[in-house]
């Protein structure tokens, strides 16, 4: 047997052993995406994470997704394989302590003047514009979701928008997605300066030269892109929503602007279409971090558990199942 069967081996033991369910993100490497009972979009592991019959859920993702499945299911263990595993973007927004955009991206240009900067609190914008609804990206702390009215994911967060009863609806943390929930929606969107490093580098000019090299293939885009990308794309949507797009498409060829882990499964679904990497850089590390031996040593010493504090538990619940009711 080779190390990698092996591994398989340990796991899938322990796994029975343990009562526990493997769920993994998207971008997972593809041995985990492999031994995963699950693989989908934030959205799709969030209604996983709330309704699995299990004791264990191995996360295999992100830290803010791990919490997700703790604040739905606090009965269940939940581990985060690797502890290290964060979102840089869910870090660019906090409650009251502030935190600056331009201290951890030194050089970045930021441009836009229509969103507020970073280094201004939730509680800052909140006291603004008081009464406004806060529309949370799930790539956001529990501390984040507790100070929101509603949480959104990149494959619903029109629909979320569209659903609220105000004709103002403030979004964060990320301006990208704000950007494509204000032109799609009548509504006034007023949003936040952060970013996911993997799909803000995307430029036009990398579109044109994708273009240039495949003229024939659709180009897919995550919301998390600059708008000005989207809207060069013929279709914008979710990780997963690529994947329903690829399979019931008539084209043969595409182009996917999001990270590139998801290559693999849309390469195994659809084993008569080509795919091509919108830019080979879109790599998120910490997305990669998590491996096979991660995994098992996370069911043999049953940590790294993340849970959240009740109080927090209970508000940021409240903002996820609002999300979750609005099908
Ligand atoms: P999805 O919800 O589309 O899978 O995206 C999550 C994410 O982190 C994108 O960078
Ligand atoms: Fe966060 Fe971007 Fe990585 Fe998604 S791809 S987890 S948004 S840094």
Redesign the pocket.
Known sequence: MTELEILREKILKLKGERNAIIISHN?QRDEVQDIADFTGDSLELSRIAASAKCDVIVFCG?NFMAESASILSPEKTVLLPEIGAC???ADMITVSGARSLRTQFPGYNFTDGYVYPADFTLSDIKKLYPGVPVVTYV?SSADVKAESDICCTSANAIKIVEALDSGKVICVPDKNLSAWIARNTKKEVIAWDGF????DRVTTADVSLAREEHPDALLLAHP?CRIDVLEMADHVTSTSGMLRFAISSDAKEFIIGT?IGLLYRLRKENPDKTFHPLRKDMI?P??KKTTLKSVLRALETMTPEIKVPEETRIHAKRALDRMLEIK
């Not at 996911?196 to 799909?199: K, P, R």
């Open positions: 971008y992100v979102c840089p973007m790539n996911c490093h993997v799909h998390e990270e998120c910490n997305m």
